[in-house]
Structures are given as structure tokens and as C-alpha cells.
């Protein structure tokens, strides 16, 4: 976490023999101490914000890397077939639809839609065209790439190293760079 507020607060410990507390409310002082409570606010807040941005793909890789450990568990050879990506994939789309299914059924007749129900909507509804024009996963096609896929362990700074492809309900397999938006 941020140590700014910390350090400050700590400089001007030191400064004043250990007495932080007698603050004039319009001292230089206590203007740095705000001044650094606000930079670590900011800076958490922009933390959050990057984390919620990228724990999608991260999702999406943890979703194939478990996907790859249990067909590694019934199929003894490494790589598997566009095939099999494509059932990958499909069940990746589709991972909502039972919710949806609930959410639609615990409605009441001629009520409109929850917030939850209209978001997994949309969520099924992007996936879906993404899957038409081309699916972004990390390639599950070569030997490789699966041997890195199995030693990712969760965090955001091994995923560029991953080689990416897009799959798109056609079968066709296509090299694509790293999502860094």
C-alpha cells in the first residue's frame, strides 16, 4: 500500500520530538499530512480502479487454465484440438446462462428486469460477439504455450509473456497481441 502519509507523518515525528498531535489546523505541517492523505487515497483509488479493469482477463485465463487441468486429467496428450478450444470456449460464453435462466424464472410476470439480470445479459450478450468475431484467449494450440499456461499462478504481470491467439466460432485460429487495454 502506499507509505506516503506514513513517511511524512513519520518526518514530522521526528521534527517535533515525537509530538505529532499539537497541529496547528493551517500549518505547513498538517498541510503535508493532508497533502499525503490525499496522494495514498488517490493512488489506492487508481489501484482499485486497474484491478477491476483487469481481473476480467484474468477471470477468463484462470477459466482455460482449469479447463486444460481437468482435460489434462482424462487426455494424456498436451496440446488439444481447435476442437476442444472451441468447447472451451462455448462453455466459457454460456457459464451464465443458468443464472440468467434463475434470475429470469424468480421474476414475477409483467415485472421488468433486475439489475442482475440485465447485466448477466449483457455479459452473455459481449461474450457471444466476441466468440463471432474472434474469441481472445491465451493459445492453447501449442505444447509451449500450455506448459506456461500451467505455470501461471494467478497475477496480472506473467499474463504478457502468454502467447494470445483469437478463435472465432469458425475455427479459425489467428496470432493476436496482448490486450493492454
Not at 39 to 50: E, G, M, N, P, W
Not at 89 to 96: A, C, D, L
Not at 141 to 151: C, F, K, M
Amino acid at each position: 500500500m502506499p507509505g506516503s502519509l506514513d513517511k511524512t507523518r513519520k518526518q514530522i515525528s521526528k521534527k517535533r520530538n515525537g509530538v505529532i498531535n499539537a497541529l496547528h489546523a493551517k500549518s505547513r505541517d498538517s498541510l503535508r499530512l493532508h497533502k499525503a492523505a490525499v496522494r495514498d487515497q488517490r493512488i489506492v483509488k487508481l489501484a482499485s480502479t486497474r484491478h477491476k479493469k483487469e481481473q476480467p482477463l484474468v477471470d477468463r485465463v484462470a477459466f482455460f487454465q482449469q479447463a486444460l487441468r481437468a482435460r489434462d486429467e482424462k487426455v494424456v496428450d498436451a496440446t488439444p484440438e481447435v476442437a476442444e478450444v472451441q468447447a472451451m470456449i462455448h462453455s466459457f460464453v454460456h457459464q451464465y446462462n443458468e443464472e440468467y435462466d434463475t434470475a429470469k424464472k424468480a421474476r414475477r410476470a409483467g415485472r421488468p428486469a433486475s439489475a442482475r439480470e440485465d447485466l448477466l445479459k449483457v455479459k452473455m450478450t459481449n461474450l457471444e460477439t466476441e466468440y463471432k468475431n474472434g474469441f481472445l484467449l491465451p493459445d492453447l494450440l501449442t505444447a509451449t504455450s500450455v506448459s506456461a499456461l500451467h505455470l501461471w499462478e494467478g497475477s496480472w504481470s506473467y499474463l504478457p509473456q502468454l502467447k494470445w491467439v483469437k478463435v472465432t466460432i469458425d475455427g479459425q485460429v489467428r496470432p493476436a497481441a496482448f490486450p493492454s487495454s
